[in-house]
C-alpha cells in the first residue's frame, strides 16, 4: 500500500478570521454585560444596606447630630468608593475570563468551518482533475477533421475511465457526508471470516492478474454485530490498496483470530511501504504520498467505517518493505 497525496492545507483567511474574532469579541461583551449587571444590583442591594444601618444607628452615641450625619456620609462614600473600585476589578478580571471562555465556545465551530472548507477544497482540487483531462481529450478529436476509429475508441473509453473515477469519488463524498451525519448503519449479526473470503474471492482475478497471491488464514468463526456493506467496502478498500502496490510475485495475508473480547483482522502485504513520517496522517481525507493515485479518501473511509462499529484500526508499514493493517472489532456476546 502506498501514502496519498497531500493535500492542500485549509488555512484560515483573514476575513475568515476576523469574523471569529469579532463573534468572540461580542460574546465576551455579552458575558461581561450578563456580569456587570448582576454586579451592579449586588452593589446597590450593598450600598443601600449599609446606608440604611448608619442611618439607623443611634444617635446617642455621638456627640451631636451634626458629628452622626458627617460619619454617616464619610463612612458612605469610602463604601462607595470600594464597591466602585472591586466591581472594576471584578470585571476586568471577567473579561479576560470571557474572553478566554468565548474562545473556548466558538473554537469547535472555528475547527468545523475549517473542516469544511479544506473538505470543500480538496474535494473541487480532486474533481477538476478529471474534468480536465475529460474536456483535453474531447478537445483533441474535435481539433482533427477526421479522427480515426482508434482515435475516437481510446478518446470515449478515456472518458469513461474518468467518469468512473468521479463516479467513486461521489459515492465516497456521499459516504463521508453520511457518517458527518452520525447516520447509523443498520446492523446484524455477521461472520467476519465469511465477509473477508467473499471479497478476497471477487479480488483474485485482479490480484491474479498482477501475479499477486492472496492467502487467508483462520481459526473458528468469529461473530460480530456489524453491518455487512460496511464492512466489504472496508476490505475492498484495503484489499484494492494491497494489490496496486503489490508487485509480481508478491503477497497478501489476510489473518483472522481472536484477542480476549475482540475479533483481529489483520491484512498484511510484501509491497512498496509507506514512508514513516506519512503513516501518522495516513487516515486523514485526501491525504496522498508523492505520486500516488487515487482520491485519498480510500482509508479515511475505513477509519469511518471501522469507528461505526465501535472499533479500531491501526498501521505499521516500512517503505520498501510491506504494510500491515490492523481491524479490532468487538466480538457479539
Known sequence: M?????????????????VFFLARLKL?????????????????????????????????????????????????????NEIILIDLIILVAAAGVSYVLAG?????????????????????HELRTPLAVMKNDAEVLLRNPNPTK?????????????????????????????????????MEKIEITEVARSVAGKMY?????????????????LYIEGNKA??????????Q???????????????????KSQSVIKISDSGSGIAEKDLPHIFKRFYKGDGASGSGLGLSIVKELIDQHGGSVSIESTKGKGTSIAIRLPLLV
Open 2 to 18: 502506498a501514502p496519498h497525496l497531500k493535500p492542500s492545507e485549509g488555512l484560515v483567511t483573514a476575513s475568515e478570521y476576523n
Open 104 to 124: 473556548y465556545t466558538l473554537k469547535p465551530i472555528q475547527r468545523s468551518v475549517e473542516a469544511q472548507k479544506a473538505f470543500s477544497e480538496n474535494a473541487s
Open 230 to 239: 460496511g464492512l466489504e467496502r472496508v476490505f475492498i478498500n484495503l484489499l
Open 28 to 80: 465576551t461583551g455579552i458575558y461581561v454585560l450578563i456580569l456587570a449587571v448582576i454586579l451592579l444590583g449586588f452593589s446597590l442591594l450593598l450600598y443601600q444596606s449599609v446606608q440604611h444601618n448608619l442611618t439607623d444607628a443611634s444617635e446617642d452615641d455621638f456627640a451631636g447630630i451634626e458629628s452622626h450625619h458627617h460619619f454617616v456620609q464619610n463612612t458612605l462614600a469610602s463604601v462607595q
Open 150 to 186: 482508434d482515435l475516437v475508441h481510446t478518446t470515449l473509453h478515456s472518458n469513461i475511465e474518468e467518469i468512473d473515477r468521479m463516479t467513486k469519488m461521489a459515492e465516497d463524498l456521499l459516504m463521508l457526508a453520511r457518517s458527518e451525519n452520525r447516520t447509523i448503519p443498520a
Open 241 to 259: 490498496n494491497a494489490v496496486e502496490h503489490t508487485s509480481k510475485n508478491g503477497s497478501i495475508v489476510i489473518e483472522i483470530l481472536q484477542e
Open 205 to 221: 482475478p485482479l490480484a491474479e492478474k498482477k501475479g499477486v497471491n492472496i492467502k487467508i488464514s483462520s481459526g473458528t468463526p
